[in-house]
């Protein structure tokens, strides 16, 4: 069963965000299923897509999972905007952390290409420790975890953080650079930290470049998922 957590003003809307609710139902709000692993998404995915997509990956990791649902944008090109409401993305999502901290919440978060930001966005202010945090394909600078970097305490706030990343994901190589403004135009999901010895001890790296060749095969691949589904068992 997946259960869908929105920030966006209604299930069609792209770009603007709304109160947070369950099932679109705002007073069932309290955070979502304690236990369950926290799905966050990329750009350019209608509602509709969202809940057809994690539904088909929470059934292949054998769990029930909440999805949480952002106004990621409607276009391929909307990549720059997205990533901004990417940023207040994390915000609200910092309420939900913090409502399922009240209820003895230790999660899991799985993010998929920007929900990486949005999901690091919600860790940054250091309220709330996730039991470990899954980042496929993430549309976040390579250096991501560098000293002084952007998400340097991240790792801190985790039990582990696993990076997934692919050399052959197109969509990182060509779109991402035109929404990384403060870095050097390299994604952390295609080719992993630059200096991979230079990681937090608790950043395990996990190169899918043999399995996942377009960007949305982390959703789609079932060995990908069997990967994901052994480390949040792990």
């Known amino acids: 069963m997946l259960t869908l957590i929105s920030c966006r003003q209604s299930s069609a809307c792209a770009n603007d965000f709304g109160p947070h609710a369950v099932a679109r139902v705002s007073s069932l709000f309290d955070g979502g299923p304690p236990g369950q692993p926290i799905l966050i998404h990329g750009y350019n995915r209608t509602e509709e897509q969202v809940a057809q997509e994690f539904t088909a990956f929470s059934n292949a ?74 980042l496929m394909g993430a549309a976040v600078d390579w250096n991501a975890f560098d000293p002084n970097a952007e998400f340097a305490q991240i790792p801190s706030l985790c039990g582990s953080v696993h990076v997934l990343y692919s050399n052959r994901d197109e969509v990182l190589k060509l779109a991402f650079p035109f929404g990384d403004w403060e870095g050097d135009g390299r994604a952390l999901g295609l080719d992993g930290p630059q200096d991979p010895l230079g990681i937090p001890p608790n950043v395990f790296l996990h190169d899918v470049s043999a399995f996942v060749s377009e960007h949305s095969d982390y959703l789609s691949d079932s060995e990908c998922s069997e990967l994901v589904r052994q480390i949040l068992a792990g």
């Open 61 to 134: 990791l054998a769990q029930d999972c909440i999805a949480y649902s952002w106004p990621g944008g409607c276009h391929p090109l909307d990549f720059p905007a997205a990533a901004v409401r990417a940023e207040l993305s994390g915000l609200r999502l910092r309420d939900v952390f913090s409502m399922r901290r009240l209820r003895g919440c230790v999660d899991s978060v799985v993010t998929h290409s920007l929900g990486a930001r949005v999901g690091m966005t919600a860790l940054k202010a250091g309220a709330v420790r996730l039991k470990r945090l899954i």
